[in-house]
C-alpha cells in the first residue's frame, strides 16, 4: 500500500502562484515504473483531470484549461510529484488530488490511477 500525501495548498489571490508537492510514503516502483497525476474537484462539479507525467518525467499531458499555467514534474527518486500554478484564477478553486497509475505513461482517466491522496485545498480570491 502506497501512501501519498500532498502539501502546498492555501488561499491566493488571483493571479498569484502556488506549488503542490506530493509525497509517496513509500519509492514507488514496478517492473515498468508509474506515472503521476494531478486531477481536481471543485465544489458541486466532477472530478477533472489536471496534468500527468511519466515515469521517465520526459512525457506530460495537460487539462485545456490549465496548460501554459501549470507544470507538473517529478523528482530524480520518483516518489514526489509537483505542480507548479502560475497565473491562477477564481476558477482554480478546489480540492487537489495526487495519483499514482500503474502505468508508465502519463494518462488522463482517473481510473486509471491506483493509489489516491487525501487532497488539499486550493482557494484563489478573486
Known amino acids: 500500500q502506497v501512501q501519498l500525501t500532498e502539501s502546498g495548498g492555501g488561499l491566493v489571490q488571483t493571479g498569484g502562484s502556488l506549488r503542490l508537492s506530493c509525497a509517496a510514503s513509500?519509492?514507488?516502483?514496478?517492473?515498468?515504473?508509474?506515472?503521476m497525476g494531478w486531477f481536481r474537484r471543485a465544489p458541486g462539479k466532477e472530478r477533472e483531470f489536471i496534468a500527468s507525467?511519466?515515469?521517465?518525467?520526459?512525457?506530460?499531458t495537460y487539462a485545456d484549461s490549465v496548460r501554459g499555467r501549470f507544470t507538473i514534474s517529478r523528482d530524480a527518486y520518483k516518489s514526489s510529484a509537483y505542480l507548479q500554478m502560475n497565473n491562477l484564477k477564481p476558477e482554480d478553486t478546489a480540492v487537489y488530488y495526487c495519483?499514482?497509475?500503474?502505468?508508465?505513461?502519463?494518462?488522463?482517466?482517473?481510473?486509471?490511477?491506483?493509489?489516491w491522496g487525501q487532497g488539499t485545498q486550493v482557494t484563489v480570491s478573486s
Open positions: 507525467i511519466s515515469w521517465s518525467g520526459r512525457d506530460t
Open positions: 495519483a499514482v497509475t500503474p502505468s508508465a505513461g502519463a494518462p488522463r482517466g482517473p481510473s486509471l490511477y491506483q493509489y
Open positions: 513509500r519509492q514507488i516502483t514496478s517492473n515498468n515504473g508509474n506515472g
